[in-house]
């Protein structure tokens, strides 16, 4: 007995809630008009923000898409299809040069900006342009490497 009331003043106990309270809850929220949370549009766009979700998400296509073509290549024979590397530049050199440059553009940039700002990650890991103005030079820099890049890509 006095080890439970010696307990129940270290335990915290939850209140218990009906079904209706949250959801009444969430009406409340709603008739004020207010958010849930802040969302990304009150925040102004900074270059190290902008470039470090551009990094996340070219990481994320280029990943998937790599997943995608060796799950394929992988399935392709359960499905009589042929992607040698003959098949392949077959059914590239057949698309249309406006596809062929736009998918090309779209992979080197992808590519080449995910380099570079890796690149600029583990330059900061060195304890080098880790200020705001080595950021932003950083940042640029990592831009124009991109832009050289992909235009060399695309068209060399």
């Known amino acids: 007995m006095h080890f ?4 129940s003043a270290f335990v915290a106990t939850p209140k218990r809630l009906s079904v209706e309270e949250p959801q009444s809850v ?4 709603a008739r004020k008009n207010r ?5 990304l549009s009150i925040y102004q ?3 190290s923000w902008v470039l470090s979700g551009m990094h996340r998400n070219t990481g994320v296509l280029i990943g998937g898409a790599a997943y995608m073509y060796a ?3 992988g399935l392709a024979p359960a499905f009589g299809l042929d992607l040698s590397s003959a098949a392949m530049a077959g059914s590239i050199a057949a698309l249309p040069a406006v596809v062929t440059i736009g998918a090309k553009a779209l992979l080197s940039s992808c590519l080449s900006f995910h380099v570079f700002g890796t ?3 583990l330059w900061w890991d060195t304890g080098r342009s880790v ?9 640029y820099a990592a831009l124009a490497a991109t832009a050289l890049a992909t235009g060399y890509l695309t068209f060399f």
Do not use: D, W, Y
């Not at 958010?35 to 969302?39: A, F, I, N, Y």
């Open 35 to 39: 958010p849930v949370s802040p969302h």
């Open 131 to 139: 200020s705001n103005k080595g950021v932003i030079t950083t940042g």
């Open 119 to 121: 690149m600029r990650h």
């Open 4 to 7: 439970e009331i010696l307990c």
């Open 26 to 29: 969430v009406a409340e929220r």
């Open 71 to 73: 799950a394929l290549f």
């Open 45 to 47: 766009p900074q270059m």
